[in-house]
T-cell receptor
Framework: GAVVSQHPSWVICKSGTSVKIECRSLDFQATTMFWYRQFPKQSLMLMATSNEGSKATYEQGVEKDKFLINHASLTLSTLTVTSAHPEDSSFYIC?????????????FGSGTRLTVV | AQSVTQPDIHITVSEGASLELRCNYSYGATPYLFWYVQSPGQGLQLLLKYFSGDTLVQGIKGFEAEFKRSQSSFNLRKPSVHWSDAAEYFCAVDSYNNNDMRFGAGTRLTVKP
């Protein structure tokens, strides 16, 4: 079945530095990828939707200059948290949609635990 | 925009007992509905989904869900819960063409031995 690989699975960084998270669709082409943020014991909140070759669409309240999303190919999207601060610590999950599937074809990555110290 | 409500934040059941997790959605058209399960620190695994056709949907791990348009509900059920079912369960709704999946707040399931 469809697999989405997300790396790293966890990362610790110093405040003020930037962190890049990768999301790859391994066996299908993902025309659309989604980035979610999940705080402890809470639901997934959609941050942005990215389509290959175009600018990401950010949800209201999400700082696009802080959370840079690049979807340069049909199999790779990256989320860069710039100038990270402790309040950015969270669990970030990507999902990729296989547009070739009639049933929506959403597949989720295993998530990235970001801790900013 | 569509939205999802999971009324139960936390449910505890005994192993072997039946389970029903509630999900209500709000959407103007026929929604695409999903149930996902998440173990601690992990991503989401799809249990089942509904797009059209038979309103009783069978999923993995013995789960099923029933779409009831009149009640705007998509409740998840399992006849006999196993200890390994303890996890967080999320209901989600999507308007397929809009690429706009939204999640409920989640229900944490605890299984007593």
């Amino acid at each position: 079945g469809a697999v989405v690989s997300q790396h790293p699975s966890w990362v610790i960084c110093k405040s003020g530095t930037s962190v890049k998270i990768e999301c790859r669709s391994l066996d299908f082409q993902a025309t659309t990828m989604f980035w979610y943020r999940q705080f402890p014991k809470q639901s997934l909140m959609l941050m942005a939707t990215s389509n290959e070759g175009s600018k990401a669409t950010y949800e209201q309240g999400v700082e696009k200059d802080k959370f840079l999303i690049n979807h340069a190919s049909l199999t790779l999207s990256t989320l860069t948290v710039t100038s990270a601060h402790p309040e950015d610590s969270s669990f970030y999950i990507c999902s990729a949609r296989d547009a070739g599937k009639e049933d929506g074809g959403y597949t989720f990555g295993s998530g990235t635990r970001l801790t900013v110290v | 925009a569509q939205s999802v409500t999971q009324p139960d934040i936390h449910i505890t059941v005994s192993e072997g007992a039946s389970l029903e997790l509630r999900c209500n959605y709000s959407y103007g058209a026929t929604p695409y509905l999903f149930w996902y399960v998440q173990s601690p620190g992990q991503g989401l695994q799809l249990l089942l989904k509904y797009f059209s056709g038979d309103t009783l949907v069978q999923g993995i791990k013995g789960f099923e869900a029933e779409f009831k348009r009149s009640q705007s509900s998509f409740n998840l059920r399992k006849p006999s819960v196993h200890w390994s079912d303890a996890a967080e369960y999320f209901c989600a709704v999507d308007s397929y063409n809009n690429n706009d999946m939204r999640f409920g707040a989640g229900t944490r399931l605890t299984v007593k031995p």
